[in-house]
């Protein structure tokens, strides 16, 4: 795995504590090189965001919420009946309570995984959650493309590479969860499997109230 370990890219300094450290470690001992670089831009983006509207905000919570928020599709943390998004914030929570961090961190760090693709949601909750859906959302869907400058552009993808990411993002999300399908009904992710699998079927939720047990 050939990966980048600056100290600081377009002007943000990436957090260097020991539970970032770990945090990073535990990425690069089960993630990919694919998603490390994901993980790292998504958080600069986010980071960007930050300063430039002056967001408050706890960067090591928000940096390890970046470094977890995809783990829920590896192996080594997927489950077999949960969203990946939930693995991944379980993972999260997990992590920073061996670290004897408040509840309300670990609260936090869960929620900022877990909503990090939910839309319409999460830009309402706490900053850090807030601040990782915007940063995802630029790296994957180009939201808010437009308001980071050529130069952060450059600076950021030169260190943490995109290496084909639009023809990979889709079946590495798939490769996370096609064991369990059912988990994404409600959710963007019913997307990707319709997008792999032919032979796929959305659950539809006007179905499941005209077929529910209830008699009126």
């Known amino acids: 795995m050939t990966i980048h370990t600056p100290k600081a890219v377009a002007g943000i300094t990436l957090p260097d504590s020991t539970i970032a450290k770990q945090a990073t470690e535990l990425l690069l001992e089960h993630g ?30 928000l940096y390890v919420g970046s470094v977890f928020h995809d783990l829920g599709l590896t192996p080594h943390y997927r489950s077999l009946d949960k969203r990946f998004e939930v693995d991944g914030a379980n993972a999260a929570r997990d992590f920073l309570h061996s670290h004897g961090l408040s509840p309300q961190a670990l609260q936090l760090v869960w929620d900022t995984v877990a909503l990090h693709t939910s839309p319409g949601i999460a830009e309402y909750k706490e900053a850090e959650v807030a601040l990782l859906n915007y940063g995802v959302a630029l790296d994957v869907v180009g939201r808010g493309y437009a308001d980071l400058s050529e130069k952060h552009r450059q600076d950021i993808v030169k260190n943490f590479p995109r290496t084909d990411f639009k023809k990979t993002i889709i079946p590495t ?19 990707i499997c319709a997008c792999m699998n032919p032979d796929f079927h959305r659950k539809d939720f006007c179905d499941a109230i005209l077929h529910s047990p209830w008699t009126d």
Do not use: V
């Not at 960007?48 to 408050?56: C, F």
């Open 32 to 61: 990919t090189e694919f998603l490390y670089n994901h993980s790292l831009r998504a958080f600069l983006f986010a980071a960007l965001n930050a300063r430039q509207n002056k967001i408050a905000h706890d960067t090591e919570l």
């Open 173 to 191: 999300f798939y490769e996370g969860f096609k064991h369990k399908p059912d988990t994404t009904f409600g959710s963007i992710n019913a997307d």
